[in-house]
């Protein structure tokens, strides 16, 4: 997968408007096809406000868009905004001068890691730490995560596209620490091999990890995780393998802690040899519908302005966990059963009473998540198919 380049909004001397933020670009670019995944932050930031007072720390502000509107939409008590460009420090300080005297503001021009070590070394905390990287930002993770409070979260973006879906394995091997092989439903598998960085990160500072939700806009996977301070019980069960074979479609998933042969797959004496394995990764929960369903009541009982894409967005990830982990194409589901695919609800209402999970997938839109065997997927979706034709 292609993900496509930044959008640059043009700055024409004239304000930018997002939810109740006025601003402008100056030499920095803006993606305005990204505004779902300010405005989840936003939300996600007012809920996080309601534990006790907001603290964010922003370490890739650009032109202080996020932070503007988490002080004024999310009512931050403490605002550190930094930027490696010291070029862009002067559009920043004007675009959050309205906050001046409501919010604790700092603003620096430092390398994300410097700052990061800084915080560190005077023992800061925040309840938010935005880390919106262009690439992969995964070797902050560890310090990231030291600044965090516990109870607050890690909202994480990386455009790593080659090496997180697989087509570039040198690349995924050295961001992530995984093999990531090409799979079908990629924008999910770059998300768990995000968390699962995120996850042995946490782990090895004797802390657990949640997520709150995950998803890619095309051009960047996004995932926001709440730092707990102790592991649940049975989270490094979440850690695991996921298979594939792109002959017969079949997949397959494995936690670490019980990893032990893969099965043949359904291309007979050579099923074994035909499976491609990607982790380890993350093969838990991508979503926590508690979490979803506290920030739409937020945004709906203090009048938070976000757009209807991204509320269509929240939607559908509130529908699907993001679990089980193994999901399919509507092409795989065509081509096992030599036919189109019958409707998706219908394959998943059939899959439900046939005994098995079964959802459409939130992160893959017309994707079919299940925990079905694959060749009952088929059987189900054949007869679908069949009694349509009828």
Not at 82 to 95: I, Q
Not at 327 to 349: C, E, F, M, R, T
Request: hydrophobic share 40%; glycine share 10%.
């Amino acid at each position: 997968m292609r993900l496509r380049p930044e959008m640059v909004a043009p700055d024409d001397g004239l304000p930018l408007r997002e939810g109740a933020a006025r601003f402008h670009l100056g030499t920095g670019f803006f993606n305005p096809g990204a505004r779902p995944a300010r405005d989840l932050g936003v939300l996600l930031a007012r809920v996080q406000a309601k534990r006790r007072p907001l603290r964010v720390l922003d370490l890739m502000a650009g032109c202080g868009l996020r932070s503007l509107r988490y002080g004024l939409e999310a009512q931050a008590r403490s605002l550190f905004v930094n930027d490696a460009d010291p070029a862009r420090l002067p559009f920043s300080r004007a675009n959050l001068a309205v906050l001046e005297g409501t919010c604790l503001l700092r603003q620096t021009a430092q390398k994300a890691r410097f700052l990061l070590a800084d915080c560190v070394l005077r023992g800061e905390r925040f309840d938010l730490v935005d880390l919106d990287a262009f690439g992969s930002p995964h070797a902050l993770v560890p310090m990231a995560l030291e600044v965090v409070a516990f109870g607050g979260v890690l909202y994480l973006a990386s455009t790593d596209g080659r090496g997180s879906t697989g087509h570039d394995r040198t690349a995924g091997l050295r961001h992530l620490g995984a093999s990531a092989r090409c799979h079908p439903a990629s924008w999910e598998l770059a998300l768990r091999l995000q968390l699962g960085v995120i996850a042995r990160a946490a782990w090895s500072q004797g802390r657990g990890m949640k997520p709150v939700f995950s998803f890619c806009d095309g051009r960047a996977f996004r995932t926001a995780v709440r730092l707990q301070r102790h592991p649940s019980p049975h989270e490094e069960g979440e850690l695991g393998m996921l298979a594939v074979c792109h002959r017969c479609g079949d997949q397959q998933v494995q936690s670490l802690l019980t990893l032990n042969r893969w099965r043949p797959c359904f291309c007979g004496p050579a099923g074994l040899s035909a499976l491609t394995v990607s982790g380890p990764l993350w093969i838990g929960p991508l979503q926590d519908i508690c979490s979803l369903d506290a920030m739409a009541e937020e945004g709906q009982q203090h009048a938070i302005s976000v757009s209807p894409l991204s509320e269509r967005l929240r939607g559908r990830l509130r529908t699907d966990r993001g679990w089980p982990a193994c999901s399919w194409s509507p092409g795989q589901i065509a081509k096992g059963i030599a036919g189109s695919q019958p409707p998706l609800p219908a394959l998943v209402d059939g899959l439900r009473e046939a005994g098995f999970q079964a959802t459409a997938n939130g992160v893959m839109p017309g994707y079919l998540r299940s925990d079905a065997p694959w060749n009952i997927i088929l059987t189900v979706a054949g007869d679908l198919a069949r009694a349509a034709a009828k």
